[in-house]
């Protein structure tokens, strides 16, 4: 059993920033991938950003220069800073984990981008 705990969100203005944590907890192997979606109201999932448990990262290219994502494997942890917020990053963000094939899924955390 695989749990994903998100934290960090919350509301802020354009340009202003905000880091999102992920803690994951249970069956988890060394070799996995930890990644940040996020889904807008009426929009379909997307990937922000993913990272290997070596290190190799993939952002999508909208948040690409702003979005910073790191992970601490002795915590299995993973964050996303975000900087230079737009009123289009706002969505709920939830942390997915993949390993051995499978996806794990937390329950999100909102972040509202808004003058």
Same mark, same amino acid.
């Given at each position: ?26 069956? /988890? ?8 979606? #996020?889904?807008?109201?009426? @929009? ?6 993913? /990272? ?5 990262? $993939?952002? #999508? ?7 910073? /994502?790191? #992970?601490?494997?002795?915590? $299995? ?8 917020? @737009? ?8 942390? $997915? ?9 937390? @329950? ?8």
């Amino acid at each position: 059993q695989v749990q994903l705990v998100e934290s960090g969100g919350g509301s802020v203005q354009p340009g202003g920033s905000l880091r999102l944590s992920c803690a994951a907890s249970g069956s /988890i192997f060394s070799d996995n991938v930890m990644g940040w979606y #996020r889904q807008a109201p009426g @929009k379909q999932r997307e990937l922000v950003a993913s /990272i290997t448990s070596g290190g190799r990262t $993939n952002y #999508r290219d909208s948040v690409k220069g702003r979005f910073t /994502i790191s #992970r601490d494997n002795a915590k $299995n942890t993973v964050y996303l800073q975000m900087n230079s917020l @737009k009123p289009e990053d706002t969505a709920v963000y939830l942390c $997915n984990l993949l390993v051995l094939g499978m996806d794990f899924w937390g @329950k999100g955390t909102l972040v509202t981008v808004s003058s």
